[in-house]
């Protein structure tokens, strides 16, 4: 098979992400790149980070595709004097597009929320925010366990589907409250707790829990059960962890899709640690 044009990749990746389900104030799309040159190695990766196009140029990849954007907001210049605009201009001289999809990947089906459920095993999986009446895109998925686990258990096995962080994994609530319905977001998830609330979970998978929502939704829930179980449970990872587990889906899915219109690329998703934190430190031994 012959390799692909830029082009054709992104009209593959934007039929399974189309960019017209981002969010209003994301940057989706493709950030550096000319159309029309062939694309015979994709990297996947989180973050649009030096590490990561280092990787790239080294492997020989033609793109890089990232979950976040590398433009967010908006920029006057990519001068080489700012680090954005040096790495803009490092891609450009290694060959190398980049292609950001965001929170279009997120509501996708097969994008972040369904790859983040199915790390940690849940089944028969719907939005927790669908984008329309019926519809299987949206934010977040709500679904079961196969067997109902304690929560310690459970985020335990969390732990050990995504990749190891500083930060670790983190859960709120009774160790042993049995967790059985599920709802998942990747990344910033304390936005949707009412959303959390009225799916009827047993715990929340997500990322960046601030302390005072977290706090308000465990006091309201042992509040509003003072006798029961005061779910849901909150079981907390680094961002990055949360939405690592897409890119081996995408890198999957775009094989396929440019398989079957008679084209080949080579993929590899990343498996370097973007996340920002670098270390957790101990208390000295003795301390208080």
Known sequence: MSS???ADVVRALERRYPPGTAESWDAVGLVVGDPAEP????LFAVDPVVAVIDEAAEWGADLVVTHHPLL???VHSVAATTYKGALVHRMARNGIALYAAHTNADAAVGGVADAL???????DTSPLVAASEGAETGIGRVGTLREPVPLREFATRVAGAVPATAQGVRFAGDPDGVVARVAVVGGSGDSLFDAVRAAGVDAYVTADLRHHPASELRERAVFEAPTGPSTPYLVDLAHFASEWPWLAHAARDLEADLAAAGTTVETRVSTLRTDPWTGRAAPPEGSS
């Open 117 to 123: 459920a199915a790390a940690i095993g849940l089944v």
């Open 4 to 6: 692909p044009l830029l």
């Open 72 to 74: 967010l907001r908006g």
């Open 39 to 42: 694309v015979r190695r994709v």
